[in-house]
């Protein structure tokens, strides 16, 4: 399951389907090297995106596929 602690590329690696989620939520940093280290909390808070529904869309995409 998906949680704000993870990685962003540990999501991306294990659900790849998510990566257009991310990007529709203008976090296209999917590929850079702050993906890496970076969990969905912080990429959230730098982007200004509001995690806990980036998260609950990711979680949709998860389900869906």
């Known amino acids: 399951m998906i949680d704000k602690h993870m990685t962003i590329d540990e ?3 294990k659900y790849p389907e998510t990566r257009s ?3 529709s939520h203008g976090l296209g940093c999917v590929g850079c090297q702050a993906a890496l280290f970076e969990n969905i909390e912080q990429g959230a808070e730098v982007h200004g995106v509001d995690v806990n ?9 998860v389900q869906k596929d």
């Open 11 to 13: 999501i991306v690696k």
């Open 21 to 23: 989620r991310f990007e």
């Open 53 to 61: 529904a980036l998260i609950a869309d990711l979680k949709r995409q």
